[in-house]
């Protein structure tokens, strides 16, 4: 969302991993501008020649050995005028003291191991409220009746709020419901659960995960919406000497954050004060400021440290109920969901099936691809839902798929959101990749080729992909970025398959039981491979011993948090692959906590090795966040295939197999 203020100080976005590749070169620019300003204050001080002193760290040296801190001069730097980029000079890569180098810690890091560091929770207002929210179970769904008579007999309890509902597109408005609210969280949340409340259920009462699924899958049988169209699929399919297809589905996830969703309000007459743990400050402050019939200019928002985000916490309909009852009740107020609150009431990934067919001629080689995604889209969110997905959303690895073959086509069907549907780390690419990755696997398979032979020859010569003409419908997206600075390369495609597939021994005789699966993405303009080595016990269950990862991501600004970003997208992986599944029955989320939400726990926990393609500063910095995570999963269910020969096709395929 764009702010009337954004041009000054930009929406502070902390998703989509575009921090390096939006910013790294603008403040490269802004580093030698201060520099050369300095360099300039403290030559006009010596009255000598800006070319004549040397700036240092915290320093500026003259000629003669005279020395003036950046403190010391940045009264008369900041009356300069900025000099234009031309009159920059920019260090050279060998010069770089932070960027590119080794272990350069987290600044807050000591903080949050010791327990120091300040998350949602930990702020403390005076006179401050906690509240607790029962929202309707049912997305549209609102308040019939209530009796709020045993919670306020609840010690602490103090008074309820009903907070309405909004009508689709919701954006990120409170679901509704009513809060209680008391002088402890304890008490807010007892009390919340003891709320006798009669729900209408709304339009989305029937939503069934299984029936949904089977009509997603009639769907996908049958021609879409053309997303892309490059050479003659009809042809290519009518000319095979055999064709091959397979489905496959996805649940839908939940972000599952380590601290679920908290915030604290503090509104008065005329000014709210927000803390909160918030992926998008400024939009939080917009949102709530036209909640709250305040200019933008009347609200204040402290972001605290995230505890997990995963695109979740840029939706601030947590901090919206928390603002809407501090102003009901005249104080401040933190409003704090349970793990149950966040498992039943979030913004999911879409649930989506995937189908493709390849058109293959005698000699073995695929002359045609066709790819038929049928998802919710996220744009039901924000507008009234087409049940179409958008062009960003079918670009995030189904249009933009790389591969060397004459004729491709890619569809979309029609699929209706019954749920809040957000974006999730990665977003469509998670579902993108496990489907084309296991398919080519299953397609090797089926033809007695080497798996990584095959993807290889997909992959084809290494090459930059002419994204123009490969016939996508209204242009391609490439994350928003421009191809001439981030080219679609399957040279670097095919070199992160390479290493991570060697790293992990592939081709080696392995015991009964253990496989090594392979799977490659490119997603938010880099290039990830993961090597899963798996290991399927007599009783069923699929242990991963070890994960080899290889990222291309350009020029690797910071090596250690590179390294444990890939470190958590494997494991992160690993559990969409095995655990992770939302279903709906009656229109409402029949999960409710880590008991039947699992996530993957320290007794079945990879060791994850990383290399890191090493890239000149000329090859622009991308993404890391979100890139490492759609190769995981197939490589991991591809294991379990060359492990046990079962093909399974449908995330998240469980715990034992």
């Not at 399919?237 to 954050?257: E, G, I, L, V």
């Not at 990879?606 to 910095?621: D, G, H, K, L, N």
Request: charged residues 20%; hydrophobic residues 45%; aromatic residues 8%.
């Amino acid at each position: 969302m764009v702010l009337a203020d954004e041009p000054r100080y930009g929406n502070q976005d902390t998703d989509g991993s575009r921090s390096m590749r939006q910013h790294i070169q603008s403040m490269r620019q802004m580093g030698a501008a201060v520099r050369t300003m300095l360099a300039r204050a403290a030559a006009a001080k010596w009255q000598v020649e800006p070319a004549a002193v040397v700036v240092e760290v915290h320093e500026v040296v003259s000629p003669t050995g005279e020395r003036l801190g950046f403190g010391e001069l940045a009264a008369a730097a900041m009356a300069l005028a900025v000099p234009p980029f031309e009159e920059l000079a920019f260090k050279d890569e060998a010069d770089f003291r932070y960027i590119g180098k080794g272990e350069v810690p987290i600044t807050d890091l000591h903080d949050i191991t010791v327990g120091k560091a300040v998350y949602g929770a930990d702020v403390v207002r005076p006179g401050m409220k906690f509240a607790a929210v029962a929202r309707p179970p049912v997305v549209g769904g609102s308040v019939k009746s209530y009796d709020a008579a045993k919670a306020l007999a609840l010690p602490g309890v103090e008074r309820v709020v009903e907070l309405k509902g909004t009508p689709a597109p919701m954006v990120f408005a409170p679901l509704g419901g009513i809060a209680v609210v008391a002088s402890d969280t304890w008490a807010a949340l007892q009390g919340a659960q003891l709320l006798e409340v009669e729900w209408d259920d709304g339009p989305n009462a029937a939503y069934d995960s299984e029936a949904f699924r089977a009509e997603m899958e009639a769907t996908a049988e049958a021609p879409g919406k053309v997303t892309r169209n490059q050479g003659d699929w009809e042809a290519a399919k009518a000319a095979a000497a055999r064709t091959f297809s397979r489905s496959y589905y996805q649940a839908h996830m939940a972000h599952a954050t380590m601290e679920p969703p908290v915030a604290l309000a503090e509104v008065g007459a005329q000014s709210a004060e927000i803390w909160a743990p918030v992926q998008s400050p400024y939009g939080t402050r917009q949102m709530v400021a036209g909640a709250l019939g305040l200019p933008d200019s009347a609200v204040t928002v402290h972001p605290t440290l995230l505890g997990g985000g995963f695109g979740r916490k840029s939706k601030c309909d947590y901090v919206l109920e928390a603002a809407l009852i501090s102003k009901a009740v005249g104080a401040p107020v933190r409003v704090q969901w349970s793990r149950e609150d966040d498992i039943r009431n979030g913004f999911y990934h879409s649930c989506s099936v995937d189908r493709i067919e390849a058109a293959v001629d005698a000699g073995g080689k695929v002359t045609g691809w066709l790819h038929r995604v049928v998802a919710p889209s996220i744009e039901s969110t924000f507008a009234p839902d087409g049940g179409y997905l958008g062009a960003w959303e079918t670009g995030m690895g189904q249009t933009d798929l790389p591969f060397a073959v004459p004729a491709i086509r890619c569809e979309n069907g029609k699929a209706m959101a019954q749920a809040r549907i957000g974006w999730w780390r990665s977003v469509h690419n998670v579902p993108r990749a496990f489907a084309q990755q296991c398919f080519v696997a299953e397609l090797a398979e089926d033809l007695g080729r080497d798996h990584r032979e095959l993807l290889l020859e997909l992959i084809g010569p290494a090459r930059q992909v002419d994204q123009a003409a490969m016939g996508i419908e209204g242009g391609p997206w490439n994350y928003g970025e421009a191809p001439e600075v981030y080219p679609l390369d399957t040279g670097r495609l095919a070199n992160v398959l390479m290493l991570a597939s060697d790293a992990a021994g592939w081709g080696t005789e392995l015991p009964e039981g253990e496989g090594i699966g392979l799977a490659v993405h490119r997603s938010f303009v880099t290039y990830v491979a993961a090597a899963a080595r798996v290991k399927v016990l007599n009783d069923g269950t699929v242990t991963v011993p070890a994960i080899e990862v290889a990222i291309d991501c350009g020029f690797p600004v910071n090596p250690e948090r590179i390294r444990s970003q890939m470190e958590g997208v494997a494991v992160m992986g690993m559990t969409l692959a095995l655990h992770s599944a939302i279903t709906f029955a009656g229109g409402a989320v029949e999960q409710s906590n880590f008991t039947d939400y699992e996530m993957v726990r320290s007794t079945n926990f990879p060791t994850v090795t990383v290399q890191i393609v090493e890239r000149p500063f000329s090859v622009a910095a991308a993404g890391v966040g979100e890139p490492g995570v759609p190769p995981i999963a197939p490589a991991i269910v591809n294991g379990i295939f060359r492990a046990t020969g079962k093909r399974l096709n449908a995330l998240p395929v469980g715990s034992t197999v």
